[in-house]
């Protein structure tokens, strides 16, 4: 006998589908905005409890098939022994006994991802059992609806999940499970002979509005954005934001580079400490693959154990100039840094866990076997921080290796021609690879390329990342700046890379017992930074800082007579020796002018010549008389002249207050009176000593603005600028006095 099946049985299949499917849109989102993987496998438990909760009637079964489902997902995951066998239920019973402890000291983040699965398998477990009871028995889906709405609306607003086609699945289920809804609750006032005849008259118009709704939606114009976008200011407010890869990230280090741009708000949260010599860069990685949009890396990482935690690599050659220090790195519980941070030069690596380190030597990368459970391992670094001659950079004359020219020279082919052309242009009559570095380094600063981390734009498709900062926007952060120095580097078929870590941070405020030289340095996130390592084949590879504001801490020198210390502000003296030139020049006129054309030894014509030249004697004599006056005269008041000099430039430098110019200019005149900044002395203790020696405070607080102009907010000290005015006019009044 054929059994019927109702129209209570069909709607309430269809009302449990509708309700996995806007379900299932919840759990879409997962793999762009967290860390999960294999979504589809927690997608089709889900469907496996939907319908067993649909189908069968008895408890156990329920949970016999339920927890079976979740035992062959986790061992299909995670287990690599065979099933139920005794190796297999020993690794699941060590396993939950390792996180169970952790969950009861309250050690969350150190839960395995087996145990992570196992709870989220757990919760979609109950969900569907809440579902099921919610549509089939309270009868509450439109009040789903409305979370799942209000859910993808806080997903496409807040994260980097674009939500428009979930929004329009959305609307489409719920409107026919909706309308379905409302055809059973009225075809139950109906006769049963007559509801078939009612389906097509009542689904219909359903089936029509919604179809023309849903094309309504999708085409019609639509209003730009009428309200600011709140999420710059409820992340920067907050101090955090949700995820760090959409069009307004927060600042810090990530492991993605493929697709570069957009903007950024600062984030100051700690993320490691470190005792170290100086304000040195930490690096993590560098990336070899330009793609026209950012960087990837040509080959996958290969990580290799360090044995005692000596490093088998350098970036540089043996022939390098080093100088040996020690550095320790203490990361920050609240800001988890995936990767070891180290200095240039680095040797050796060791912790006081007794943690073991593993490297990548082609992109540079260091980890520790407990990354994943304990991202805040301290460590200590040996280095020998390298000093490069500029004069054995220029020498630099031979061939790069064959597999440095393949990995660093790649360009994509849809590069436009004018980054090259421009290239070619700011390296013209520069003959040496060091040189030209130089010349594309500096070319940013000089030419109106303008350092800001809001409203960077994101190259559209068919776009090129450097060519739209090169002549479009002008406008980026360290980024922009680094790649489009390292493609342009490339396109003179000069090898170079991108590199990634932080600046140096600032010194803390509480020092503690300290080694001479040695401090505390603080580094947030607002240190994260990208910069450039140039190949020259005798040397290795060597760093250049083109980004506008920053400076290179690395050591570079001259080797002359005397070892001329080029690194930092070097104060331009040109205009200084062009006048002595120009002075010596005329003196040297003026003597072979006042020089006799002949020995007037002869006996014979004497008186004749002193009758005829004693009128010129006069008017030389007196010539050099005034000369010798006046002479006198600059040589006493040249203290005084200079003085002039400086304050008059000083005059058109305050009008303006440009930071860096004023404080390359205070550094000028410091030099000038004798205080000179040493090598390899940073600015704080330079400040420090120059306050000491003239019984001043004020340059102290110069250099905290100054840094704070360069590292931090560069448009907050507008705000300030009387004050600074004042402090750099106190310091002016003070080295002149």
Not at 267 to 283: G, N, T
Not at 374 to 403: F, K, M, V
Not at 635 to 644: A, I
Request: one cysteine or more; charged letters at 25%.
């Amino acid at each position: 006998m054929k059994k019927n099946i109702s129209l209570e049985s069909v709607s309430s299949f269809i009302l449990l589908l509708a309700g996995f499917l806007l379900f299932w849109e919840w759990l879409r989102p997962l793999e762009q905005i967290t860390d999960t993987g294999n979504v589809h496998l927690f997608v089709i438990y889900t469907a496996i409890c939907f319908v067993t909760s649909f189908l069968t009637r008895n408890g156990w079964a329920k949970f016999v098939i339920k927890s079976v489902s979740l035992l062959f997902i986790l061992d299909y995951l995670f287990l690599d022994a065979t099933l139920l066998s005794r190796e297999w239920i020993q690794t699941l019973t060590l396993e939950l006994r390792y996180n169970l402890g952790m969950v009861w000291k309250n050690d969350w983040v150190l839960m395995t991802s087996f145990f992570r699965s196992f709870l989220f398998l757990l919760l979609l477990w109950l969900m569907s059992y809440l579902l099921h009871y919610w549509f089939m028995v309270a009868n509450k889906f439109f009040l789903f609806v409305v979370l799942t709405f209000v859910y993808l609306a806080v997903l496409d607003t807040f994260t980097i999940y674009d939500g428009q086609a979930a929004m329009i699945r959305t609307f489409v289920i719920s409107f026919l499970v909706l309308g379905l809804s409302r055809y059973v609750k009225l075809m139950n006032n109906v006769d049963t002979t007559h509801r078939k005849k009612h389906v097509w008259s009542w689904m219909t118009p359903v089936l029509a509005i919604v179809l023309f709704a849903t094309i309504l939606g999708i085409y019609s114009p639509k209003l730009n954005p009428q309200w600011p976008d709140p999420v710059p200011f409820i992340q920067s407010t907050a101090g955090h934001v949700g995820f760090s890869d959409g069009p307004v990230q927060k600042v810090g280090y990530g492991e993605d580079d493929s697709h570069l741009g957009g903007s950024f708000v600062q984030d100051d949260s700690p993320v490691f400490e470190a005792i170290a010599h100086d304000d040195i860069y930490w690096r993590i990685e560098s990336k070899d693959l330009y793609t026209g949009k950012g960087w990837e890396r040509s080959t996958e990482l290969d990580f290799q154990e360090l044995t005692n935690g000596n490093l088998g690599w350098s970036t540089f050659s043996q022939q390098v100039e080093t100088t040996s220090y020690n550095a320790e790195v203490r990361p920050v519980n609240q800001n988890q840094l995936p990767k070891v941070v180290y200095p240039y030069g680095i040797n050796r690596i060791t912790s006081l866990d007794q943690g073991q380190f593993f490297t990548d030597s082609e992109f540079g990368m260091i980890e520790s076997e407990s990354s994943e459970q304990n991202q805040n391992l301290s460590y200590t670094i040996e280095y020998d921080a390298p000093s490069y001659a500029i004069n054995e950079l220029r020498d630099n004359s031979g061939d790069d290796p064959a597999g440095i020219k393949e990995q660093y020279l790649q360009l994509p082919d849809s590069l436009p021609e004018r980054v090259s052309e421009l290239a070619l242009e700011i390296t013209a009559g520069e003959d040496t690879r060091y040189d030209k570095a130089q010349a594309i380094e500096s070319y940013f600063s000089t030419n109106g390329y303008v350092y800001q981390i809001e409203d960077v734009s994101v190259p559209e498709e068919g776009e090129d990342y450097v060519d739209q900062f090169l002549f479009e926007t002008k406008v980026g952060y360290c980024d922009n700046f680094s790649t489009s120095m390292v493609v342009m580097l490339r396109a003179l078929d000069i090898p170079a890379r991108w590199v990634k870590g932080f600046t140096g941070g600032v010194e803390a405020a509480d020092q503690p017992p300290l080694p001479d030289d040695y401090s505390l340095y603080e580094v947030t996130n607002n240190n994260a930074h990208s910069w450039v390592e140039v190949y020259f084949p005798e040397t290795g590879w060597v760093p250049f800082e083109p980004t506008s504001g920053f400076t290179n801490p690395t050591d570079f020198y001259l080797e002359t007579s005397g070892d001329v210390n080029t690194e930092d502000y070097m104060i331009d003296e040109e205009e200084t020796e062009e006048e002595t030139e120009q002075e010596s020049s005329d003196v040297e006129q003026e003597n072979e002018q006042l020089n006799p054309a002949e020995d007037e030894s002869e006996v014979g014509g004497a008186n004749n010549e002193e009758k005829g030249n004693g009128g010129n004697y006069y008017w030389i004599g007196a010539v050099l008389l005034i000369l010798a006056i006046l002479a006198t005269i600059i040589y006493r008041k040249r203290t005084e002249l200079r003085d002039w000099y400086l304050l008059k430039k000083w005059d058109r430098l305050k009008q303006r207050l440009e930071i860096e110019a004023s404080y390359v200019y205070l550094l000028e005149i410091l030099e000038k009176r004798g205080m000179p900044r040493t090598k390899g002395q940073t600015l704080r203790q330079y400040a420090k000593e120059v306050d000491r020696r003239l019984g001043t405070s004020e340059m102290y607080d110069i250099t905290l603005a100054y840094e704070e102009y360069l590292y931090r907010d560069q448009t907050s000290l507008a705000k300030d600028n009387k004050r600074l005015q004042g402090l750099f006019q106190q310091m002016i009044d003070q080295i002149l006095a």
